[in-house]
Each structure stands twice: as structure tokens, then as C-alpha cells.
């Protein structure tokens, strides 16, 4: 894992949410930020203000801003497979206009039944899951900052152990494998078919989006539709085999 990318990143977000600055000298106990700030400002992402602190600099403001926007639009594509009824085929989405309140929505997603598939389904299309999990350690604020030695611990790597843990405690393809009237159905034959419907379900509920229907024609191209008003995809590369970049 590329710890000092996922730190910059941290200390980015920071700065743009919380209007976190950082002391030259590290008197307010920041000295373990030190190295990533200073190679933050090389890349002009932070500057000095006149009270001697790391500032988010303009450039670091349009860079952190990107960020929270490449996770969301991530979360755009790879959501539908957070809940997924593997005995059923269902996908919990497909169900959302049902529901008057998010109270009851939100009941309705902790029912047992589902199953989070997305680790599984982007190991399957050649994307990097541990960058999800990234993202949702930064974004939603769930790294451990109470510990005195919390900076120290995100240098070094050991406070992003835990996005590996995550990937490897999340279902396995070979898991999903099982034997139909003497035929042996593999796990990726599953994946795949959890694929083709999440993506066909993001499709109708996306109908009038032209930008993820064109995105989907691109990346995933298995029910891709013929529609003269779809444009060029966003990239090239699929967003879930796109790493954040700093």
C-alpha cells in the first residue's frame, strides 16, 4: 500500500474540511506530518501563512476537492453492490422507491439477507478494493485519531492495515462456488452474473443520466444499449481500476 499517498490525501481532506493547519516547527506536536507536508508544499498542494502554519494552498483546495468528487462518482457505480440478496439475485436499490421514510430504508438494508459484494465484484473486474475502503476511511472519518501516537502509527502504515483486513475478511469468489445438477457453477461465473445485473440496474435507474449511461457503455459494455446521444466516456479506464493520484 502507498502509505505517503494515503497520508497526503488524509492531511488534504483535513485541511479542506476542518480548516486544518499545521505548525513549521511542529510545536503543536505534528512533527510525525513533517516529511508529507513538506512534500505537499513541493508539490504546491499547501503553502506557509503569515502565522507560520502548512495552509491548504489553492491548488491543494481544487486537489481535495477532487477527491471527495472521484470517491463519490466511485460510490456511483460500485454502491449497487453493497446490498445484495445472493440467494434471491436481488439487489437492495432495485427497491428504494418503496420507501417513504429513510428510517425504514435504513431498517431495510440491515436485514440479514444482504450481502456486501463490492470488494468481491471489483477484485473481479480488475480493480484495487482496498482504494474503496480508502476512501471511506477518509471521507467518513473512520480512522482512529484518539491514540497519542495516531500520526505516527498513519506514517508508518500501521493505522492502514486495516484497509487490507477489510479486503480479506470480505468474500471470496472460490466462497460462492457450488455444484447444479452435477455441474460445478465457479465463482466468477457468479461474480459475473452479479455484474451483469447490478450494472442493468444501474442502467434503468440512471435512464436519463447520459454521462453514467455513456460511462457504462465504455466500461461495461456486456447490455450496452445503442443511443446516438451517448458521448465519449469520462476515461478511458474504468473508475474502478483508476487509483486517486496526488
Avoid at 494552498?57 to 477527491?67: H, L, Q, R, T
Avoid at 455484474?195 to 442502467?203: D, I, M, W
Avoid at 445503442?226 to 479506464?237: F, G, I, M
Amino acid at each position: 500500500m502507498d502509505y505517503q499517498r494515503y497520508t497526503a490525501s488524509y492531511i488534504l481532506h483535513q485541511m479542506l474540511r476542518h480548516g486544518t493547519r499545521y505548525d513549521i516547527i511542529a510545536a503543536d506536536g505534528s512533527e510525525d506530518f513533517l516529511p508529507i507536508l513538506q512534500w505537499l508544499l513541493s508539490k504546491g498542494y499547501v503553502e506557509f501563512d503569515k502565522s507560520h502554519h502548512y495552509t491548504l494552498s489553492k491548488k491543494g483546495k481544487i486537489k481535495a476537492e477532487a477527491f471527495i468528487r472521484h470517491y463519490q462518482s466511485y460510490l456511483t457505480y460500485i454502491d449497487i453492490f453493497a446490498h445484495v440478496d445472493l440467494a434471491e439475485g436481488s439487489f437492495a436499490l432495485s427497491s428504494y422507491q418503496d420507501f417513504d421514510s429513510e428510517l425504514a430504508w435504513k431498517r431495510f438494508l440491515l436485514e440479514d439477507r444482504w450481502e456486501d459484494m463490492r470488494i468481491p465484484i471489483i477484485k473481479h473486474l480488475g480493480g484495487n478494493p482496498e482504494e474503496l475502503v480508502f476512501y471511506q476511511q477518509v471521507q467518513e472519518e473512520q480512522l482512529d485519531t484518539d491514540t497519542a501516537a495516531w500520526q505516527t502509527e498513519l506514517i508508518s502504515g500501521e493505522a492502514w492495515k486495516e484497509i487490507r483486513k477489510i479486503c480479506d475478511s470480505a468474500i471470496r469468489a472460490e466462497q460462492l462456488t457450488f455444484e447444479d445438477n452435477g455441474s460445478i457453477i465457479t465463482g466468477e461465473t457468479i461474480l459475473d452474473d452479479i455484474a451483469n445485473q447490478g450494472f442493468s440496474l444501474l442502467r434503468d435507474l440512471y435512464s436519463d443520466d447520459i454521462e453514467i449511461l455513456s460511462n457504462l457503455n465504455a466500461w461495461f459494455p456486456q447490455h450496452a444499449t445503442h443511443n446516438p446521444s451517448l458521448k465519449s466516456p469520462c476515461s478511458d479506464q474504468p473508475i474502478w481500476q483508476t487509483p486517486w493520484t496526488l
